[in-house]
């Protein structure tokens, strides 16, 4: 591979802020040191305007006070802080001149990521994010390709092996997996295509694209913290993983049909690490529905595969979820997890469990009723879910993922098998070939 991937970038960024050097960092990623130099050099992003804030190219212009620093009169009247001089250089005249840019920058790692003294630093800071540097490396490599021609035969081809696959609610990504090398552009070039209208189907055949506000972190504030929650909140959780870095983590939601159209619930679970998520039919939304689900897991695979796959449970404060005693522990009294839960109002605590839900929701939309729902078809929808291969992985599904002996133990218990990429099929239309 000779390009970086969003995961690559992602590591980068990482290993930047644990104030890592470029030699370990390359060695982790298996790029060369002067890739990951490079990489970090090109793709920094410089904050604050300092041609607004320090025109003289100072920390200290804000602030700065000084008057007749210059040993002969000027022409401009001598009232003025020297900063505002036209006659005069002051960087050359203030023993106090700081620059605004920092040295450090100059030298690896080109950054402040890391650096212990980035906070109480007035200088100019650089950054190196993955989402920003992944970003403006698309756009590069889209514009690399711009006014490259091609011809109604080689349309023809793409919308061949296009066509029938987004009618399938296959993503682009997801068919670029399997079939990169026969299409032959970037998937760049063929959303520019689909803009053209140059295919068979058009930007309303493709699944929909999702986008979120940024979140800013903050305390929810609540006015009465109950009692189930004691000891299991979002801060409980944060200082749980401060002290316990390497715990798996795994999401936990529930997923409603439509109002008045039947009790049917669906209880989702989705392994952080691996993107894999199991599905499961309630017969109703209710707390005991949900511990019947922990009991069945933990009886098929045994407390102590159980405690490997679920050791930690982060869930919100539906009502199917305020009985934390009796999901963490078993009728005889041994601890098999431990659930924390988000603050209230606030899902994107658990974004990837939240995020995989769109994908549910192409195959029932929303508003749909559960009522004609059977387990076969839960079965079902988990395996082509699990069979969409994701960017962050470099394309590999969250089947592939799945590869220590507890997680093909569950895949075996819960008779899981992946879905060749080419019959995934993410539209309502998979429940009606049953």
Known sequence: MKHLSLNDRILIEKYLDDDLTFAYISRRIGRSLSTVSREVKNHRSFTGDYDRLSPNGCSRYQSCLKKNLCST???????????????YDCKKLCPKFDPAECEALKVPPYVCNGCPKEKECKKIHAYYSAGSAHNRYLKLLSESRKGVRISMEEIE???????????????????FASHRNEIGCSEKTIYNYIDLNVFSFRNIDLPRKVRYRLRHPQKIATKLEYEYRKGRTFDCFRSYMEENPQTDIVEMDTVKGARNSGKKTLLTFIF???????????PDGAKQS???????????????????????????????FKGPHDLEF?????????????????????PHVE??????????PKGSSFSF???????????????VPRETFDNRTPFELMSSPEQKKLLEFLKLSEIPHDEVLLKPALLKKK
């Open 73 to 87: 009169e000027s022409v401009y009247t001598c009232r003025d802080r020297c900063k505002f001089c036209r006659e």
């Open 157 to 175: 081809k793409i919308d061949k092996i296009l066509a029938p696959l987004i009618l399938k609610g296959q993503s682009i990504n997801h068919i």
């Open 272 to 282: 952080r690490k691996t993107s894999f998520m199991i599905v499961f039919l309630l």
């Open 373 to 387: 729902l059977d387990d076969h078809d839960v079965h079902l929808v988990t395996e082509h879910i699990n069979s």
């Open 290 to 320: 949900v511990v019947n689900v922990f009991d069945y897991l933990c009886d098929g695979l045994g407390v102590t595969v159980f405690r490997k796959l679920f050791p930690l449970i982060l869930t919100d404060n539906g009502v199917e």
């Open 355 to 364: 995020n995989n839900h769109t994908l549910i929701r192409r195959i029932i």
């Open 330 to 350: 078993t009728d005889s009294g041994a601890r098999r997890t431990r659930v924390f839960y988000c603050d209230p109002q606030a899902s994107w605590q658990k």
